[in-house]
């Protein structure tokens, strides 16, 4: 099995940007579809993005397409989520999560501890 951890949240102000990354150990990265998921307080845990195996096919929720990214590096073992324009309302603990199967990557398999996501207003 795969061991995710993440890095790079913090403190940002609304309309910043932030770099989240996620470095996978323990079994073939390659091996895995990657995620993204997030957890405002009070609320559910939600998808937030997918990358394919190779990175070819790349998936989003509708409220972040155009503001966030997400890619890979096989070579790395990482996964990276680049957002920008952020608003306050994307404040929430974000997850990395890993599934070796693309029809779960709403229902992963894996998960990392969550790094958290504060903007500012």
């Known amino acids: 099995q795969v061991q995710l951890v993440e890095s790079g949240g913090g403190l940002v102000q609304a309309g910043g940007s932030l770099r989240l990354s996620c470095a996978a150990s323990g079994d073939t990265f390659s091996t895995y579809v990657m995620g993204w998921f997030r957890q405002a307080p009070g609320k559910e845990r939600e998808f937030v993005a997918a990358?394919?195996?190779?990175?070819?096919?790349?998936y989003y929720v509708d409220f972040v397409k155009g503001r966030f990214t997400i890619s890979r590096d096989n070579a790395k073992n990482t996964v990276v989520l680049q957002m920008n324009s952020l608003k306050p309302e994307d404040t929430a603990v974000y997850y990395c999560a890993a599934t070796r199967r693309i029809e779960k990557r709403k229902d992963p398999d894996y998960w990392g501890q969550g790094t958290q996501v504060t903007v500012s207003s």
């Open positions: 990358i394919s195996w190779r990175g070819g096919s790349t």
